[in-house]
């Protein structure tokens, strides 16, 4: 609660005063915005994280979408289909109690602008987004993820063990970015910088 309040702060203080905060508490670690609906479910995940490669290494990284199941956990498998110039659909495989949870979202990417936004097409997560956003940020990168998914009301198990906290709603979201930024970062350290 406490971090998400500073976090919210900081979004209103001047950008240069901004900047220097976030990412001074970027050095601590990673940062966590939830938003929830007035029906107290999530609404969208806000994540900063930092990272001392610079953008082009960062970049070039996470849009190696078939490695992804070598360093993000839970992914099982990612498969690219059709592409256009500045796009990609994937399809998803994760790995989670009961059967695998697979999905198709499609991908814009803006390579100048270090942007990606993914759209739920198919399958599981239904309504679901996601969004990188990378910037130079002293001498690393400092990325941005918004995530907005359906995993916890769409799996039939996490229904039967949520609450009416929904507690498990709130961790799968929170966690999924804060641990692909840990995978990341793990797989920064074996690429060499571009």
């Known amino acids: 609660m406490l971090a998400s309040l500073?976090?919210?702060?900081?979004?209103?203080?001047?950008?240069?005063?901004?900047a220097q905060d976030l990412a001074d508490l970027l050095a601590d670690g990673d940062l966590v915005l939830i938003e929830h609906g007035a029906d107290g479910r999530v609404a969208r995940v806000k994540t900063w994280s930092w990272f001392p490669q610079d953008v082009d290494t960062v970049w070039s990284t996470i849009v190696a979408w078939e490695a992804y199941s070598d360093w993000m956990p839970r992914v099982k498998e990612v498969e690219a289909g059709e592409?256009?110039?500045?796009?990609?659909?994937?399809?998803?495989?994760?790995?989670?109690?009961g059967p695998a949870v697979r999905f198709t979202g499609r991908?814009?990417?803006?390579?100048?602008?270090?942007?990606?936004?993914?759209?739920?097409?198919?399958?599981?997560?239904?309504?679901?987004s996601w969004s990188w956003k990378l910037e130079a940020d002293g001498s690393g990168t400092?990325?941005?993820?918004?995530l907005k998914t359906t995993a916890a009301t769409d799996s039939f198990l996490l229904r039967q063990f949520d609450d009416r906290w929904h507690t498990l709603e709130y961790g799968i979201n929170a966690a999924t970015p804060i641990v692909e930024a840990r995978g990341l970062r793990e797989r920064l350290q074996t690429v060499a910088p571009r």
Not at 6 to 18: D, N
Not at 83 to 97: C, F, Q, S, Y
């Open 6 to 18: 500073l976090a919210a702060a900081l979004l209103l203080l001047p950008s240069s005063a901004q």
């Open 83 to 97: 592409r256009g110039d500045d796009w990609v659909d994937l399809t998803w495989t994760i790995k989670v109690p």
């Open 107 to 128: 991908y814009q990417m803006d390579a100048a602008a270090r942007t990606i936004r993914g759209t739920w097409r198919d399958g599981a997560l239904e309504g679901s």
């Open 142 to 146: 400092r990325m941005e993820r918004v």
